[in-house]
């Protein structure tokens, strides 16, 4: 690897702890938000009063600089598959102070999430020599990406207007879906920014093109709309399930993305990319076996109780209605 990518590789893996933990501590924030105001999963903005909630968007805001630093140095092939560990994080965390259960085979998931990603990360490409923001602008205004982009943001306008209404609050792949399709195109406009950022620290100024302020726009226009819809998956449904499922989406979606724009598999031969798909394959695996275990374990746990149920009412009463302790009572000694 070179220097950059092990960089790059050093900021994507401090960004996954600090990530990782956020989604914890904001959801410990939302909802102790939730009890005593309006939920954010219906639309309401108590958190925004809870002072646990900012702990957390700190902390997920320092993880998001150190990608955001990452992404100047390392491909996103190499660095967006890294956030399996802050799956691992997350679910671990959710499990020990949110009483989340996390089965055995959930954590065999995470394992093939590290597997997975440590395989694309072994055969990533190596970054691509960029010498100024104007140069990412021509990769960005080609016509494979600007129909990429088009693509996303109409399926986000009918996702947004369509579905979130009528299913965001039942179906978790709404929410996330938002999330991760405009998270594609926050992460390119991030590695633009990134390059023009680090060029501009080496002695070439960027801050002088339109280009540079132009991504910083869309980069906070994605990046503020990714945080609502991600505040209110976090509060609609389990952190063990968003995690993994936002991770999968959003890593597939801007693999594609990088794919097209920086043209990452044109540096590479197909044993290369046929590996990195074999990992990306295995990641999916894990996150699967997350996602099911967890439904496993909810399944389990209100069958469990209805036996208990059962047994103590059979335990309780005779056939006839009658408590049983009373009835020993009114037997002959």
């Known amino acids: 690897m070179s220097s950059d990518n092990v960089k790059g590789l050093v900021l994507a893996l401090s960004s996954s702890f600090f990530i990782g933990a956020s989604f914890i501590v904001k959801k410990k924030g939302l909802k102790r938000a939730g009890s005593s105001g309006v939920r954010a999963g219906v639309g309401g903005y108590s ?17 998001e600089i150190a990608n955001f630093a990452a992404y100047a140095f390392a491909p996103a092939i190499l660095v967006t598959p890294l956030g399996a560990l802050s799956i691992i994080i997350s679910a671990a965390l959710a499990h020990i102070i949110l009483r ?7 954590m065999l998931g995470c394992v093939l999430c590290v597997v997975g990603s440590t395989t ?24 494979a990406f600007l129909l990429y982009a088009a693509l ?9 207007v369509q579905f979130v209404p009528e299913y965001g609050q039942t179906h978790v792949m709404v929410y996330i879906g938002v999330c991760s399709l ?11 920014l990134g390059i023009a950022l680090k060029l501009t620290f080496e002695g070439m100024n960027q801050l002088i093109y339109p280009q540079t302020w132009i991504f910083t726009m869309i980069v906070l226009v994605c990046v503020i709309t990714q945080m609502n819809y991600l505040n209110k998956a976090l509060d609609t ?23 097209i724009m920086f043209k990452d598999w044109d540096r590479q031969n197909p044993t290369q990319i046929v590996t990195e798909i074999c990992g990306f394959v295995t990641i999916l695996s894990g996150t ?4 099911k275990t967890k439904d496993a374990v909810d399944g389990s746990s209100a069958s469990i109780q209805m036996r208990m149920s059962k047994h103590s009412d ?10 049983l302790r009373r009835q020993d009572n009114m037997r002959p000694s």
């Open 182 to 192: 405009v998270g594609s195109l926050s992460v390119m406009s991030v590695k633009a």
């Open 47 to 63: 958190y925004l009063y809870e002072p646990l909630w900012w702990v957390g968007m700190i902390a997920m805001i320092v993880g």
């Open 237 to 259: 449904f389990n952190t063990a399930v968003v995690s993994p499922i936002y991770y999968v989406m959003f890593t597939s979606l801007t693999i594609l993305a990088s794919v």
């Open 314 to 323: 059979e335990n309780a009463y005779d056939p006839e209605g009658m408590p």
């Open 152 to 160: 996303v943001l109409v399926a986000v306008f009918v996702l947004v």
């Open 100 to 106: 989340e259960r996390l089965h055995i085979f959930g």
């Open 288 to 291: 699967f076996l997350l996602h």
């Open 120 to 143: 694309i990360v072994l055969h990533a490409p190596q970054e691509r020599v960029i010498e100024s923001v104007a140069e990412v602008w021509d990769l960005a205004t080609e016509p």
